[in-house]
């Protein structure tokens, strides 16, 4: 059996884990600065990482002490060193790197994103369901990030597609800013496109932007049609041929959201149908934070259904940022490729790091 002690700090949730096998979770401790950063409307990168320090060594004698573990039980420690930001991804990057100095377990760097994707693999487990079968088609749908990925072998990954300015949960953000809504914007726009649809309200159509023969995505225009919708002194800022020339009335904010919500999904889903079907994928993963939006989940669900292919949405304490799925990207990554401690320990973080087909 191997043990994995994961970590992830690479934006706002100070996460510390423990999976064997890279599918069975022993522990998951996930500290959220969500309500900390609700105050500012937003992540302060700074405040992010001080945070992260004090809650660190906590986060550890927590997950080691739920999970029953000794270090010596340990197999390996794995952590995220990219993508992200800088100043948080350092604090768990040298907690992994001191423990796996004293504890002498060898250390093994993950890419933020390949957590991402292996996080359907202990939810698969978890179910009860078998592991999802390659090819797996796997769309990255997080606040930085909104990617098409084919993995044929594990660990190695071929890159269809992505987007081409905000990413989905990006865009959620930003317009959940723009209707007044709480952050983080996501969840937000869920709750009030879902309560103005119970009430018999109807969503206000928003634009999609298709990228035909492509697999890549745009969502900054309709971001911008929804800033436009909410104030149409903005239009005029920029040559428009539909500008108003009368006073609209500007719908109520559900009407927005829901209208929103159905803009960004209905690419999402049908991108992901479409490149399921033409590479013959035997599996699918949605996974990010915008993967536990319940449209999204529904809706896929849907589409898939004529193809037959097996769909993997993890719950959403998975979709969001947490070390189970960096401890399970470990294991996949491989003891066989895991380097001893001593030469991973110069590992630096790397805020910018894409996924490679390494
Ligand atoms: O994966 P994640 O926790 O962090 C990143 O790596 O970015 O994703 C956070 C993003 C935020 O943009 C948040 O608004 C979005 O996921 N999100 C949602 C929902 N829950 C979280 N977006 C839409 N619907 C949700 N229910
Ligand atoms: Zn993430």
């Given at each position: 059996m191997a043990l994995i002690l994961g970590f992830d700090t690479s934006c706002d949730e100070t996460s510390v884990a423990l999976v064997e096998d890279g599918v069975a979770v022993r522990a998951s401790v996930v500290r959220s600065q969500q309500g900390f950063h609700e105050a500012h409307g937003g992540i302060v990168p700074e405040a992010a990482s001080r945070v992260h320090l004090g809650a660190i060594v906590p986060a550890v004698r927590e997950a080691m002490a739920a999970g029953g573990a000794a270090p010596t039980d340990l197999t390996a420690i794995a952590v995220t060193y990219g993508p992200g930001l800088g100043g948080s991804l350092l604090v768990g990057l040298n907690a992994a790197k001191g423990l796996a100095y004293g504890w002498s377990r060898p250390l093994i760097p993950i890419n933020h994103l390949e957590g991402h994707i292996y996080s359907a693999w202990p939810a698969a487990h978890a179910e009860g369901r078998p592991l999802p079968a390659l090819p797996c088609l796997i769309l990255i749908v997080s606040g930085g990030h909104t990617e098409l990925i084919l993995m044929r072998q594990h660990t190695v990954y071929q890159r269809l597609g992505g987007t081409r300015d905000d990413a989905a949960g990006e865009a959620f953000d930003k317009v959940g800013r723009l209707l007044g809504l709480p952050y983080p914007g996501g969840p937000a726009i869920e709750a009030a496109a879902h309560a103005h649809r119970a009430a018999g309200g109807s969503a206000y159509p928003l634009p999609q932007a298709w990228l035909r023969g492509t697999s890549d995505f745009s969502f900054s225009g309709v971001?911008?049609?929804?800033?436009?919708?909410?104030?149409?002194?903005?239009?005029?800022?920029?040559?428009?041929?539909?500008?108003?020339?009368?006073?609209?009335?500007?719908?109520?904010?559900?009407?927005?959201?829901?209208?929103?919500?159905?803009?960004?999904?209905?690419?999402?889903?049908?991108?992901?149908?479409?490149?399921?079907?033409?590479?013959?994928?035997?599996?699918?993963?949605?996974?990010?934070?915008?993967?536990?939006?319940?449209?999204?989940?529904?809706?896929?669900?849907?589409?898939?259904?004529?193809?037959?292919?097996?769909?993997?949405?993890?719950?959403?304490?998975?979709?969001?940022?947490?070390?189970?799925?960096?401890?399970?990207?470990?294991?996949?990554?491989?003891?066989?490729?895991?380097?001893?401690?001593?030469?991973?320990?110069?590992?630096?973080?790397?805020p910018g790091l894409a996924l490679t087909g390494a």
């Open positions: 971001k911008t049609a929804v800033l436009h919708l909410l104030d149409p002194s903005t239009v005029g800022r920029r040559p428009q041929a539909d500008a108003p020339d009368v006073p609209r009335a500007i719908p109520p904010v559900g009407a927005v959201a829901a209208g929103f919500q159905d803009s960004v999904v209905g690419v999402l889903v049908a991108k992901t149908v479409e490149a399921a079907r033409q590479c013959g994928a035997a599996s699918v993963v949605v996974a990010g934070g915008v993967a536990s939006n319940g449209a999204l989940r529904q809706a896929m669900v849907t589409a898939l259904a004529p193809l037959c292919t097996p769909l993997y949405v993890p719950p959403p304490a998975l979709c969001t940022d947490n070390a189970v799925m960096i401890a399970a990207a470990g294991y996949f990554r491989g003891m066989a490729q895991a380097l001893p401690h001593e030469s991973t320990l110069v590992t630096d973080v790397v």
